[in-house]
């Protein structure tokens, strides 16, 4: 079955159209990420606000519980890829995209204000994980719907409109890390455990509303308007085309690992290197601007030799440099090598995670590709990256071995190089 459609003509109006979706998809996946990396950054301050159940408790119990969280909410993605993906292929795009934001700015307010364990006790927990909950519900849909709604909407060069995806994602990376250098840098740790942790969120939010606002004045694509849409998406999708799902769910392993090992350093950096939490926070600022600067031209040049190319060499390099990064940083546990190593993993996420969106658009027919898209990319988040920071921590407490965060990042690379080799192989994508 073929899953792409025909290039419509390139006008001045499909262009407009094209860079409106650019922003109002754009905006989403910043809210979504910011939100994800503030929490995954701030770990350890939310692991002594809301998981600290008593002064004898080990503090590697609060780290290991606020992870654990945070996997749990990875846990609900794949169960709002199905429902917001199966969403948009019968309701629409633009529908989707509009609930998911509204679902995302709740999550994000019920984190910003959340009161902590010192205050109601053993409720502050449980309204933590119903704030990640309802954040990963909505996330679940946001990105297989965002990136339907980018590949439908331009007119030419897919990869590249796509790509704009990940780029919002670096964005995120570079606001959330500058926040956290900042507020490390300028402010006492008094107040930042008190009450700086909150800024962040609350800046989040203010970015809703403008989303929230141009994704209500989209139009629908014409390829949506136009594809005969399924009864049952969902089951389609699980019937006809569960093989495209799994080297789909497998092609995500080396973007999602890498930005969660970049989210990691900052506790890495505190809990095992004993190196300021300020110069995680600086690479991860460096990461960021990577991704802003080099994604969009990644996505260029995907158009021209295909994504699956440029992934797979990308996916090599992440197995060749893991090691030799993580033994850098441990042998050398300096601002200057965190700085180096997270530098690395950031151009590894563009080259790998800036084709990514137009390759596995390019799996699904239109008719079930927002619930394709959804299901396949939170699958894997969820196995391949979302409880990384989790099963890092314990690895690093059960084997005493500061390098073993390498062979957790090859095993998942190599995942992924056979999820390509099935997606260039078995279902012809360039």
């Given at each position: 079955m073929a899953t792409t459609t025909a290039t419509p003509e390139v006008t001045p109006e499909r262009l407009r159209t094209a860079k409106k979706a650019v922003i109002s998809s754009s905006i989403?996946?910043?809210?979504?990420?910011?939100?994800?990396?503030?929490?995954?950054?701030?770990?350890?301050?939310?692991?002594?606000?809301?998981?600290?159940?008593?002064?004898?408790?080990?503090?590697?119990?609060?780290?290991?519980?606020?992870?654990?969280?945070?996997?749990?909410?990875?846990?609900?993605?794949?169960?709002?890829?199905?429902?917001?993906g199966s969403y948009a292929d019968r309701g629409g795009r633009k529908n989707a995209l509009t609930l998911t934001m509204m679902l995302m700015m709740v999550g994000t307010l019920i984190m910003a204000v959340a009161p902590t364990y010192a205050t109601i006790g053993f409720a502050a927990p449980v309204i933590i994980l119903i704030?990640?909950?309802?954040?990963?519900?909505?996330?679940?849909?946001?990105?297989?719907?965002?990136t339907t709604f980018l590949v439908e909407t331009a007119p030419h060069k897919k990869n590249f409109y796509a790509s704009w995806q990940i780029v919002s994602q670096g964005a995120s990376m570079f606001l959330a890390s500058a926040f956290g250098f900042a507020l490390n840098t300028w402010m006492s740790q008094e107040d930042l455990y008190s009450w700086g942790w909150?800024?962040?969120?609350?800046?989040?939010?203010?970015?809703?509303?403008?989303?929230?606002?141009?994704?209500?004045?989209?139009?629908?694509?014409?390829?949506?308007?136009?594809?005969?849409?399924?009864?049952?998406?969902l089951k389609s999708l699980m019937v006809e085309h569960w093989g495209r799902v799994l080297a789909g769910s497998a092609v995500i392993g080396v973007a999602t690992i890498t930005v969660y090992m970049i989210l990691y350093m900052p506790t890495f950096a505190v809990t095992n290197l004993h190196i300021p939490p300020t110069a995680a926070y600086l690479g991860g600022v460096v990461a960021g601007v990577i991704n802003i600067v080099a994604v969009p031209y990644i996505g260029h040049?995907?158009?021209?030799?295909?994504?699956?190319?440029?992934?797979?060499?990308?996916?090599?390099?992440?197995?060749?440099?893991?090691?030799?990064?993580?033994?850098?940083?441990?042998?050398?546990?300096?601002?200057?090598?965190?700085?180096?190593?997270?530098?690395?993993?950031?151009?590894?996420?563009?080259?790998?995670?800036?084709?990514?969106?137009?390759?596995?658009?390019?799996?699904?027919?239109?008719?079930?590709?927002?619930?394709?898209?959804?299901v396949a990319y939170n699958v894997g988040v969820t196995l391949l990256g979302g409880i990384a920071p989790l099963v890092l921590t314990w690895l690093l407490s059960v084997t005493g071995s500061l390098t073993v965060p390498s062979v957790y990042y090859i095993v998942i690379s190599v995942i992924s190089l056979v999820g390509l080799y099935f997606v260039r192989v078995r279902y012809r994508q360039r």
């Open positions: 989403g996946a910043a809210l979504e990420w910011f939100d994800v990396i503030v929490y995954a950054s701030f770990a350890t301050i939310i692991a002594k606000n809301f998981f600290t159940f008593g002064a004898d408790a080990p503090p590697v119990i609060g780290l290991i519980l606020t992870f654990a969280t945070f996997a749990v909410t990875y846990l609900i993605r794949p169960i709002g890829g199905m429902v917001l704030s990640r909950l309802i954040q990963g519900f909505s996330a679940g849909g946001e990105f297989g719907t965002a909150r800024i962040p969120f609350f800046v989040g939010l203010l970015v809703g509303p403008v989303g929230l606002y141009i994704r209500a004045k989209l139009d629908e694509t014409e390829e949506f308007m136009a594809t005969v849409k399924e009864h049952s998406p040049l995907a158009d021209r030799i295909g994504p699956a190319k440029i992934m797979t060499w990308a996916a090599i390099a992440a197995v060749v440099l893991a090691w030799p990064l993580f033994a850098l940083i441990v042998n050398n546990p300096t601002v200057l090598s965190l700085v180096l190593v997270i530098a690395v993993l950031g151009v590894i996420m563009a080259f790998y995670f800036g084709p990514l969106p137009g390759l596995m658009s390019s799996l699904f027919p239109a008719a079930v590709r927002g619930s394709g898209l959804s």
